[in-house]
């Protein structure tokens, strides 16, 4: 069997075309500019990166975007005071502080200073709350684009058995409540999971958001099954012999698109569509905002 590759940077770039449209009619018929405002803390290269890319594509959706760096020695009153601006000013919607933050600070203490309907990351406790209830959170953006591309690859995912690998707040935890929520028999699992390739080889559906390059094997994969694979692992240079480094997933690409039904590449597959939910986030929260 040969996979069907889900092409996230296409999806992403729909996503984008409907936001910008969304931005202009806000623009021309309720005189609403969305701003989105990005804060970063030190110099983390793969975070400038992001937060790069972030401010890019702000701009080019015809939103504002507020670019804020700080440095690694500003204090965490330093970053809350930052936040408490942002909080305050009504030329911005949505507000994404880049983390990791420097060890000196305490992430959830920032991340609950954000007004909970301008975290358009969805981090808050207030909006993982409502997530889990059923509420009407902002919905993290790395899950929110993973549940976009299954259901836009298989429709309606009810009955179906998934299996969530890692259980981080930013994409594991929120993704099984995307999963539950479209009345999927959801499995997590984690480090201490015993027989990870068995429950693996049970899942129609498999979330791969560990971190680890290459860890879930291809014939672990269900034949059919729809492997989705946010990791972003980038292998150094000794390992290729030719002086570059390349970027793998969480999942053996080659092995698994041998059994797997559809599957995400890396690069070019989650990646995309984590920024392109962002700004959808930042419209939803515009929206939210102004009634
Ligand atoms: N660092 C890595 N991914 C993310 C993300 O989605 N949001 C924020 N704020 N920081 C991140």
């Not at 953006?141 to 976009?148: A, D, Q, R, V």
């Amino acid at each position: 069997m040969s996979a069907k590759i889900i092409d996230g940077k296409a999806f992403s770039q729909t996503v984008r075309d409907a936001v910008a449209r969304d931005v202009t009619t806000l623009k021309d018929k309720h005189g609403i500019t969305p701003g989105l405002a990005v804060v970063i803390v030190g110099e983390d290269p793969a975070s400038q990166v992001y937060v790069r890319n972030k401010v890019k594509q702000t701009a080019e959706s015809g939103m504002n975007g507020f670019h804020f760096e700080m440095p690694a020695t500003a204090s965490e009153e330093d970053v809350l005071n930052k936040v408490r601006e942002l909080n305050a000013d009504d030329r911005v919607n949505g507000i994404l502080v880049q983390l990791p933050l420097p060890k000196h600070m305490d992430e959830a203490k920032v991340i609950e200073t954000i007004a909970p309907e301008k975290d358009v990351d969805g981090f808050h406790v207030i909006n993982t709350g409502l997530l889990a209830t059923g509420g009407n959170a902002m919905v993290p953006c790395t899950p929110l684009g993973c549940i976009m591309m299954l259901k836009d690859t298989l429709g309606d995912l009810s009955g179906m058995k998934a299996i969530v690998v890692g259980r981080s707040n930013i994409v594991g935890k929120p993704m099984a409540q995307l999963l539950l929520d479209e009345n999927c028999t959801v499995t997590i699992a984690h480090s201490r999971t015993k027989d990870l390739a068995a429950e693996v080889k049970a899942a129609d559906i498999v979330v791969a958001a560990v971190g680890r390059p290459e860890m879930i094997k291809g014939d672990w994969i269900k034949d059919g099954a729809t492997v989705i694979d946010v990791g972003i692992n980038r292998i150094p240079a000794p390992e290729r012999g030719d002086g570059k480094s390349r970027l793998v997933g969480d999942v053996d690409y080659e092995g698994a698109a041998q059994h797997a039904g559809a599957i995400t590449p890396v690069p070019g597959g989650v990646g995309p569509m984590t920024i392109a939910c962002l700004l959808r986030n930042t419209v939803t929260a515009t929206c939210r905002q102004n009634g």
